[in-house]
């Protein structure tokens, strides 16, 4: 009877399940019926099944065209930009060129000369031979001084665009580098600083030699910030070195502003950015509320903002060279915190003790065969898995 019973249940509760699963995909299909079509995919008028019936393009210009007048096409469906955008509102809006004004050279120009060169080093029997025995040498500084004068200016504003120097200092501006900006640090300008490049804060702890192309009469502002250093915000920065009125290249002769200060990076806050730029100014500027205290050994007086600093003179001076390092914790920071900001040292990572080990007994009974390795002088410990 209980068998019976039993069968009886399991047979009703299949049939009602047959039921309910017949009644949920007619549903479905209704509900999937009364919905508004989604539209037209993408490539959807592509036929996969005749691939040969499809345009070659025969070059990458016509595919690139067709492809850009394509992404311009509103689409029904929401796309990543779209996303991109609603979470960042200034996200496409158009920089402002804050630089000095660009003077293009005519191309064809430009073309002609170089195709000129090119037939005159063809016809030179010295410069073929030593092409062919592979004894050509080629001055690096006329490569250097070459690049200077011709697309630096535009790698040297794509690689601070990459470090994110422009975002953090000039908000939604940019400017085109200009003029060359040569630092170097140590007595024999070991130390050089280029666009990203690493230097200790040993190597940068004395004043910098600069040197950059000027004009006779000229005057030219300079200014060395960091925005990774505030301890308290995060959009602020301190001032390492901010130089005005300087008459033509000679830094020393302009008016110190605020005194060189060395890098200070925090232990564990990883390698921050140190960027100088280089205003040119259109006459002399009176810098007496930019003016610190000489020393100035407080950090909220060298508290600092790149871009209030510039809306504050910016019909006086336009900002027209760059140049920027990276730099890590070592050892001199803890004596600058502690002997020239006379402030105690923060630290943003954990130190891990060292690992204890009780004292070495003479007969280790039930110990493994490792245990001298603890207490082993002189070598690299391996302690194995007990």
């Not at 200092?169 to 003029?179: D, G, K, N």
Request: net charge neutral; hydrophobic share 35%.
């Amino acid at each position: 009877m209980a068998l019976r019973t039993v069968c009886a249940a399991a047979l009703r509760s299949g049939k009602d399940l047959g039921v309910n699963n017949a009644r949920t995909i007619v549903t479905t299909a209704f509900l999937c019926r009364r919905k508004a079509p989604l539209g037209q995919m993408p490539n959807e008028e592509i036929d996969v099944e005749n691939l040969e019936s499809l345009e070659k393009y025969g070059s990458y210009n016509p595919y690139f065209r067709q492809a850009s007048e394509a992404d311009k096409k509103p689409a029904w469906w929401k796309t990543y930009r779209s996303y991109e955008e609603a979470a960042d509102p200034e996200h496409g809006a158009e920089r402002v060129d804050i630089g000095l004004p660009t003077y293009q050279l005519c191309r064809v120009k430009a073309v002609r000369e170089r195709k000129q060169v090119m037939k005159q080093n063809k016809t030179n029997v010295e410069l073929e031979r030593a092409a062919r025995l592979r004894t050509f040498k080629i001055r690096i500084d006329q490569v250097q001084e070459t690049w200077e004068k011709t697309s630096a200016p535009f790698h040297v504003m794509r690689l601070a665009d990459h470090y994110g120097v422009f975002r953090d200092l000039f908000p939604m501006a940019y400017f085109l580098p200009q003029v060359p900006l040569h630092i170097g640090y140590g007595q024999d300008n070991s130390g050089q600083v280029h666009y990203g490049n690493r230097l200790t804060p040993t190597e940068a702890a004395s004043v910098p030699q600069i040197s950059f192309d000027a004009e006779e009469g000229s005057l030219w502002t300079l200014l060395l910030t960091c925005p990774d250093e505030h301890l308290l915000n995060n959009e602020a920065e301190y001032v390492h070195w901010l130089v005005g009125n300087i008459p033509g290249g000679a830094v020393s002769a302009g008016e110190e502003l605020c005194h060189y200060l060395p890098p200070f990076p925090a232990k564990g806050t990883g390698f921050h950015r140190y960027i100088s730029v280089l205003f040119k100014q259109d006459g002399p500027i009176n810098f007496q509320e930019d003016l610190r205290p000489s020393p100035c050994h407080s950090l909220v007086d060298r508290t600092f903002k790149t871009v209030d600093f510039y809306r504050k003179h910016q019909d006086n001076m336009t900002p027209a060279g760059l140049s920027f390092f990276q730099s890590q914790w070592d050892e001199s920071v803890t004596n600058t915190f502690h002997n020239t900001l006379n402030m105690r040292e923060p630290v943003f990572e954990f130190i891990r003790p060292p690992v204890y080990h009780p004292p070495q007994v003479k007969y280790p009974h039930g110990q493994p065969l490792r245990y001298l390795d603890r207490y082993r002088e002189g070598k690299e410990h391996t302690y194995g898995i007990y």
